[in-house]
């Protein structure tokens, strides 16, 4: 499991933040897999919480996840072998990070699985090759060696960043820091409100519907305004 402290250390009495990586180890979760919406439904319901994490937050890690249509992965299976495109858009704009919790969001999908299965005459199933497999990951966090020991290092450093990286510091971090913020946001606020409006373009980015590219572009473009704008002004 990713580690819970902030991503900074303290060199030479400077606040230095330190980059690191990630990648995910992904396992059977030992839940039944699902032919059916009748059955998504019953194993969601009792499933462990890291499986709706998984299928709903960490899709956008995976090498195979570029670019796609939906967002998680019961939107996909509904889509792409249920063949339900309406379900597959209910379950779509559930963003995980509107939700207080995992388990309003496993409520939620509930619900929408109900009130699907409630339009139905008959409950479709398919052949068990298309089975909906639940799986779940543990995030292997490790050190880059690589520091960024002032706010304006964020320029130079964030576009050299990984992808795996980005994630583990901004979508990542929403489930392990204290205000269920980023790690660039937790090391700027050391330095009060001097970088107040970095701090509030950073909250404007609606990251769970980015790609990890156009999450990573969005950084540096808010970083590169923020600096060039405190130039203009010195």
Known sequence: MAQTDKEKIIMNGQSCFSIKDCALISRMAGVDSALSIRELRERVRVCPIECLYHHYCETVIRPSF???EFR?????WCSHHMGDRKLAEQLG???PYDFNSLEELRGKV???LDDRMSEM???PTVPLSEEFQFMRS???VFDTGKEICSPEGLVT?????SLSSIYYHFVEAHRRTPGNTDDFTVYLSDYNDTYQKLIQA???IDFYFLTLSELKSALIAAVDLEFSREAADA
């Open 121 to 123: 005459y008959h409950i």
């Open 93 to 95: 704009i559930l963003n």
């Open 110 to 112: 509930m619900e929408v």
């Open 202 to 204: 950073f909250d404007n």
């Open 138 to 140: 543990v995030t292997v």
């Open 66 to 68: 570029d670019n796609p």
């Open 157 to 161: 450093h964030i576009p050299q960043m």
């Open 72 to 76: 998680n992965d019961f939107s996909i």
